[in-house]
């Protein structure tokens, strides 16, 4: 969500930066892809965030995307970036508690020498033959 010191650029303005017509800021709104600030008298203010995500907007829809699967996209990264947040502090309290103990936990150990099981090859049958 935007903040007001954060936005700052007038949806004429944003428009013109990332080469839009304002008309498509407004149905990109509609249909939930971008979220602008609005001031107490309703008018929409756009941040840099906001510009860098309408540029990927521009971007997918140029490489055919249509508007569903882009706010599928938008979802998917919003839900890989809060994922990787997690996976970042559970290392970090990882590395914290294993400090603690003077060295890597004996789990962590037996996971780093445990060695990949190769799988068996697959006998599949030809088609064609």
Known sequence: MN?????VYMISVAAELVGMHPQTLRV???KGLVDPYRTPGGTRR???ADLERLLLIQNLS???VNLEGIKRIL???????RLRNQVDRLRRLLEDAENRRGGP???LIQMRATKKRQL???R???PFG
């Open 75 to 81: 979802l998917l990264e919003i839900d890989n970036r």
């Open 105 to 107: 936990s004996r789990t």
């Open 124 to 126: 599949r049958e030809d």
């Open 120 to 122: 068996p090859a697959i």
């Open 62 to 64: 140029n490489a055919g």
């Open 46 to 48: 756009y941040s840099q």
């Open 3 to 7: 903040t007001a010191k954060d936005a």
């Open 28 to 30: 990109y709104e509609r």
